[in-house]
């Protein structure tokens, strides 16, 4: 089997006393297209944020493209060894936020741009014309030169797709895309999320939208209580709910 | 050894008298900040119900006096005053140079000038009582003169404890300035008392200790009023 | 009304104003740069680097200016030799220093809490979305929280750049001859208290009327995010046709 290129293994985590990850360990090989499920307050969230250190695992290991994350025990708990190294890794996987989360003071070019420019120091002609060809592609292109505020909750969410595929990204986390969104607004970024998998991206997805784990995802994770409960490729998960729980979930889900 | 002799309360220290100074101090801000709360309410209430020129008198009291340095307000009065009753004395007969009260016209400077800073804190409480609370006391009957006093003015004082508080620690601060008419608050009493020692920096380094006390305790105490009066008030 | 008494004194009170001005630009300037390290200590989450500047602004915003400026002209004359052996003291033994040191501290007593709310008053996911691509803490200070942070303080800001513009005045009280102390000088003169004041009043106002619009300008220049939405080129064009 293939080096996965992303590759997370006993993650655990706590909140005071609250254990929200239990252990839970997850690899992601090349071109996959992982759909995360599971009820609210399962751990979804955290268990991406802590992919890309937003939250500091308190135990388990992370890789990426076979590059271990190094720890050290600090004084609450254990931190990064090396910030240089996360953020290097961090500007190999790109996030989408639920909340879009563009820089407010910046125009749609500017924020799909500033990674490139400002992180990856690439020249910034050509970050230009590669984030026109983005905004382009994510159907946006007449809106490179206004301000978020200014757009639709879908037309901030495909802007921070383009920012996050503008940092040439092995591996993409997305938290929600959709939630925060009106329901009409719901396809067009889903659409956008599509033709990134047909392309062969490696995602990561927390969603609540059935249809997309089912028709779109290469497999379907399903946490419960901090815990992986089942996974498997969506047309078994889906057939057969393994469990009963999964069972349950999907019931209520439809 | 010799700053605690300096400061403290024996036959050469100068404990007693700034204490003396910081009560004199608290007078003076309490008494600004009283006439304050009256110039204060009256521009606000000129400003919310005031008719054009009213509010226009208003609006150019508050600008005027957040925009002008307050030491000139106090030189205004201590030697416009001078001047005036001067003036009135001769009138009667009297010769030579009658000088204001120092208390009385620090305390009037101190209560023009915060006054502006009042009117807009009453102001911004009044804007934020809820329409339907007034709705609410007129549809129970109430004249317009009970309503204000059961139900606008106690609204209006809970909304506008914290804002309050800026206003007292600024004229606290500001009381500073009227040692220039010569009122022995604290600023002046480590004035005198450093000329006479020669030993200036314990003195005013006392004099911060004093204010930031006094700035302290009052910080706590508005805290203290701020949860009291919020009760049953949900924060903005 | 005497107008050429008024005319006379305002012109008289207007040569103080440059003094005024470079008080206040360089204390509003120094304290600026003092304000961003109280801040950004603050916000550092370090105890060790906290702590001071909580008590530095503890200390300065809890006394009266005229106060520290009096311990530092008046207060640290004292140590006038142990200033000398150190060449410190040129500067402790000018008014014009001393009064410049007191208002820059005071202003960053001031001015760092205001920009220390304002940096929290950043949305929490703006900085996350900033962390997550792999930028540092610096690049994320200069490029994200720095820029929103800058425009949420400009309001409070303004009020704090007048408050030193009148706080500049007691700089007559140790003897600096700016607008307030000629304006004092000749009230003691003449005792036409009102008049002089009406023009000393009205050089400050004037002074922070230019000050609040020049804010307003930057304020307006720095939010094109927050104005109306630019006009589609689709629009322009039915607009022409
Ligand atoms: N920073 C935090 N501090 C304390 N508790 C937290 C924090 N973040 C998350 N939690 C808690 O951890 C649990 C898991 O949260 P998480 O956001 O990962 O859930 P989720 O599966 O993403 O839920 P949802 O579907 O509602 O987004 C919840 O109980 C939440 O309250
Ligand atoms: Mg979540």
Redesign the interface.
């Known amino acids: 089997m293939p080096e996965p290129v992303l590759s997370a293994g006993a993650i655990r985590k706590r909140f005071g006393h609250l254990e929200v990850l239990k252990g839970i360990s997850l690899d992601a090989g090349a071109g996959e297209v992982i759909s995360i499920l599971g009820a609210s307050g399962s751990g979804k969230s955290t268990f991406l944020r802590c992919l890309n250190l937003l939250e500091v695992p308190d135990d388990g290991r992370i890789a990426l493209g076979g590059e271990a994350i190094a720890f050290k025990q600090g004084r609450r708990g254990p931190e990064p060894a090396d910030r240089r190294q996360v953020q290097r890794l961090r500007q190999r996987i790109a996030m989408v936020f639920q909340s879009f989360n563009l820089w407010s003071h910046m125009t749609v070019l500017q924020n799909v741009i500033e990674a490139p420019v400002h992180v990856q120091k690439r020249p910034r002609a050509e970050c230009v014309a590669e984030a026109e060809a983005l905004l382009a592609k994510v159907g946006i292109a007449d809106k490179r030169d206004h301000y978020p505020a200014h757009l639709s909750g879908g037309q901030q969410q495909r802007a921070a797709i383009a920012r996050a595929l503008a940092q040439k990204p092995e591996v993409m986390l997305f938290d929600e895309p959709t939630s925060a969104l009106d329901p009409e607004l719901v396809g067009e970024v889903l659409r956008v999320m599509r033709q990134l998998a047909d392309e062969g991206r490696t995602m990561l997805v927390v969603t609540h939208e059935m249809g997309f784990a089912r028709d779109v995802s290469s497999r379907v994770v399903f946490l419960d209580g901090g815990r992986v409960d089942c996974s498997g490729p969506p047309a078994e998960m889906f057939g057969a709910p393994p469990t009963e729980r999964f069972g349950r979930f999907v019931q209520t889900h439809r | 050894m010799h700053a605690v002799e300096l400061l403290g309360f024996g036959p050469a220290g100068w404990g007693a008298a700034l204490l003396r100074a910081a009560a004199t101090t608290v007078l003076v801000a309490l008494l600004g900040f009283a006439a304050g709360a009256v110039f204060g309410g009256l521009a606000a209430w000129a400003r919310i119900a005031g008719s054009a020129p009213l509010r226009w008198l208003a609006d150019g009291y508050t600008t005027l006096l957040r925009g002008i340095p307050d030491l000139l307000v106090i030189y205004l009065f201590y030697f416009g005053g001078s001047a005036a009753l001067t003036a009135l004395a001769q009138a009667f007969g009297a010769t030579g140079f009658v000088g204001v009260p120092a208390l009385a016209t620090g305390a009037l400077a101190l209560g023009l000038v915060s006054g502006a800073y009042q009117a807009e804190v009453y102001r911004g409480a009044y804007l934020a009582v809820h329409r339907g609370q007034m709705e609410a006391a007129r549809a129970v009957g109430m004249s317009t003169p009970l309503m204000f006093r059961r139900v606008v003015a106690p609204l209006v004082l809970r909304y506008g404890v914290p804002g309050l508080g800026n206003v007292w620690q600024l004229v606290l601060k500001e009381s500073a300035l009227v040692s220039v008419t010569g009122l022995v608050e604290i600023l002046r009493q480590s004035q005198i008392a450093a000329g006479s020692t020669r030993e200036p920096f314990p003195f005013y380094l006392a004099a911060a200790a004093l204010y930031l006390a006094v700035t302290t305790v009052s910080t706590y105490g508005f805290g203290r009023l701020e949860l009291r009066t919020l009760r049953g008030v949900r924060r903005g | 009304m005497d107008f050429a008494f008024l005319g006379s004194t305002w012109l008289t009170l207007l040569s103080g104003l440059p003094l005024t001005l470079k008080l206040a630009s360089g204390a509003v300037s120094c304290g600026f740069v003092l304000a961003l390290a109280v801040a950004a200590m603050r916000v550092s989450g370090s105890r060790l680097l906290s702590g001071p500047a909580q008590a530095f602004v ?2 300065f915003r ?7 400026v ?2 530092i002209y ?6 006038r030799p142990f200033l000398q052996e150190w060449g410190l003291w040129p500067f402790f033994r000018d008014a014009y220093w001393c009064a410049l040191l007191a208002l820059s501290l005071n202003t960053a007593a001031y001015s760092g809490e205001i920009i220390r709310g304002a940096i929290g008053s950043v ?1 929490a ?2 900085i ?9 803490r610096l ?1 994320a200070a200069r ?2 929280i720095g ?2 942070a800058l ?1 949420q303080a400009l309001p409070a800001y303004s009020n704090e750049i ?1 408050s030193m513009v ?5 700089a ?2 140790i003897t600096l001859m700016e607008v ?1 102390f000629i ?2 000088k000749l ?2 003169q003449t ?4 008049e002089i ?1 009406v023009c ?2 009205s050089i ?2 004037l002074v ?2 230019a000050i609040t619009r020049a804010v307003w300008a930057l304020e307006w220049w720095l ?4 104005r109306a ?2 006009r ?2 689709a629009a322009l064009e039915a607009a022409h046709a």
């Open positions: 503890f200390a809890g006394t009266p200016l005229l106060v520290q009096f311990l008046y207060g640290l004359g004292q140590f949305p996911g703006q996350e979305a900033a962390r997550a691509c792999g930028m540092g690049t490029r994200i820029p929103i425009r007048i009148k706080a500049t005045s007691l007559s009280i307030t304006a004092q009230i003691s005792f036409r208290a009102v004041f000393a009043g400050y106002l922070n009327v939010s094109p995010h927050l939405r630019p589609e080129p």
